[in-house]
């Protein structure tokens, strides 16, 4: 069966430090990979999403940026984080587009 | 104007109520539509997919009218069980756009 991964679940850093976030997807070859975050109080926002290794989708511009090096490897990136990038993260799998969205268990950040 | 509007509620509703949630889409080429549901602080899972001609599982039963842009989910006989966040959730070429969400709370 298909399972993904995500880390770390929480994090609090520094306003100005880089950021890692890390998925990764078991038991399917080729899906399609997202980035949502998910603020207080609001809904899911697409970040990112990739339908192969290397091509990424930006859907908002920010200071964030996405990378697949993997086929089963989703990684989000900040080189210097705002407090505006607190949230809940959330990355996501598909066999297909449109298709169910499998999420991992989310990323909570914290920006101080 | 957002992709996707639902009521954020809350709605505070007993055991066994019935209740019913509404979600408008702006874009008229949405291809497909979903319900999701998302416990405090955790991730969401879908709950159901909404077909044209309305489609029942169990208790929940969704809606769907194209002309007026318009979802929505009837869940019968309340459980304290349901007590959640659902999210309604349209396809607009192959991505997956969120509502903000509408929150239920079933009281004893």
């Known amino acids: 069966s298909q399972t993904i991964h995500q880390w770390p679940a929480t994090l609090v850093q520094p306003v100005g430090s880089p950021l890692s976030l890390e998925c990764t997807v078991e038991g399917t070859s080729n899906p399609n990979l997202y980035w949502y975050r998910q603020a207080a109080g609001r809904g899911l926002q697409l970040l990112f999403y990739?339908?192969?290794?290397?091509?990424i989708s930006s859907e908002v511009p920010q200071n964030l940026s996405a990378s697949r090096p993997q086929d089963r490897q989703f990684i989000l990136s900040s080189k210097k984080l705002l407090l505006s990038d607190s949230g809940f993260y959330l990355c996501?799998?598909?066999?297909?587009?449109?298709?169910?969205?499998?999420f991992g268990e989310g990323s909570r950040l914290t920006v101080l | 104007r957002k992709e996707v509007e639902q009521d954020p509620g809350p709605f505070n509703v007993p055991e066994g109520a019935t209740v019913a949630f509404n979600c408008t889409y702006s874009?008229?080429?949405?291809?497909?539509f979903f319900w999701y549901r998302q416990d405090c602080r955790k991730e969401p899972k879908l709950l159901m997919s909404?077909?044209?001609s309305g489609n029942e599982d169990g208790r929940f039963t969704a809606q769907l009218n194209r002309a007026s842009q318009y979802i929505s989910l009837l869940i019968r006989d309340s459980k304290l069980s349901d007590s959640a966040t659902y999210l309604c959730?349209?396809?607009?070429?192959?991505?997956?756009?969120f509502g903000q969400g509408t929150t239920l709370q079933v009281k004893p």
């Open positions: 990739s339908v192969g290794i290397g091509q």
């Open positions: 874009n008229s080429a949405s291809q497909s």
């Open positions: 996501a799998w598909s066999a297909h587009s449109p298709g169910e969205l499998f």
């Open positions: 909404v077909y044209s």
């Open positions: 959730v349209v396809s607009n070429t192959g991505k997956l756009i």
